[in-house]
């Protein structure tokens, strides 16, 4: 089977199928695929509903390759010729009332209980780049043999472990929010010799921020078109490694690559 990638500027692949035969009396899916009447929004959730998302996990991996072999991936290298993969977690689904065995749930301050329903989208970015590509995401659903809910960073590590080979290969580094600038996942990106970027906010790395009190520390100045000048202080992961439960860190990046060093900063 022929996988099919559709680019289209309107919200989903129906509306634009409707659209186009709305203004031209014909759409492509009935010119490229024979289909005579285009199904409604809840008659292909139900069709799709039975579908495995690890279905379509080989279609990531196959785009990968072939922009790979076609040397496409060259223009997303920079830092020391490495490839940026952002994390961050995304909600697909949410809902007061509607629920299944596989929803997250969090409590409403009215004790109310919500259920939703995320995923980890890893992506490889690059400054300058409109472009984004995606890697295979990794779902945050309650995991067999655990009793705690499923999170954010529990996903992270799941896929960091599962793509380790593929992210060694391609010479990555992590980037991650906030969320991501915690000692368990910092320790996993060591372990697996995985550069990393994660933004370390104050707020919620106070002890780490009191450790670098008085410290002088190297500034990255970056200047913006509009003029606007942003500083940011990268700090070397070396600086809490004495101290494993302090390895978070405040509104700078906790960071294992050297990102002072002239040559990495050279595209
Ligand atoms: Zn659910």
């Given at each position: 089977m022929r996988e099919r990638v559709f680019f289209t500027q309107t919200p989903s692949f129906l509306a634009y199928q409707r659209l186009m035969e709305g203004s031209k009396g014909k759409s492509n899916a009935q010119s490229?695929?024979?289909?005579h009447r285009i199904p409604c929004d809840h008659q292909i959730r139900d069709l799709l509903?039975?579908?495995?998302?690890?279905?379509?996990?080989p279609v990531f991996e196959e785009i990968l390759q072939v922009l790979e072999a076609q040397g496409q991936l060259e223009d997303f290298r920079c830092l020391g010729d490495s490839l940026l993969v952002a994390l961050d977690g995304t909600e697909y689904f949410s809902s007061d009332k509607i629920h299944c065995p596989h929803c997250s749930t969090r409590t409403q301050k009215s004790g109310k209980t919500h259920y939703f329903h995320s995923v980890v989208t890893p992506v490889i970015v690059c400054p300058g780049q409109n472009h984004v590509i995606p890697l295979v995401p990794e779902f945050i659903v309650p995991q067999d043999g655990h009793d705690k809910q499923d999170c954010e960073n529990a996903a992270a590590k799941r896929w960091l472990s599962r793509q380790e080979q593929c992210l060694r290969a391609l010479n990555v580094k992590v980037l991650g929010d906030d969320?991501?600038?915690h000692q368990p996942l910092c320790q996993q990106f060591l372990e697996q010799q995985l550069n990393f970027i994660v933004v370390c906010r104050p707020e919620s790395h106070t002890t780490l921020y009191e450790h670098l009190e008085g410290i002088e520390l190297p500034t990255l100045t970056t200047k913006k078109w509009t003029g606007l000048v942003k500083s940011r202080k990268p700090i070397p992961t070396a600086i809490s490694t004495e101290s494993p439960s302090k390895i978070a860190m405040r509104p700078c990046w906790l960071t294992?690559?050297?990102?002072?060093s002239p040559p990495l900063m050279a595209r």
């Open positions: 490229l695929f024979g289909v509903d039975a579908v495995s998302p690890e279905h379509l996990f969320l991501y600038c294992g690559a050297n990102l002072l």
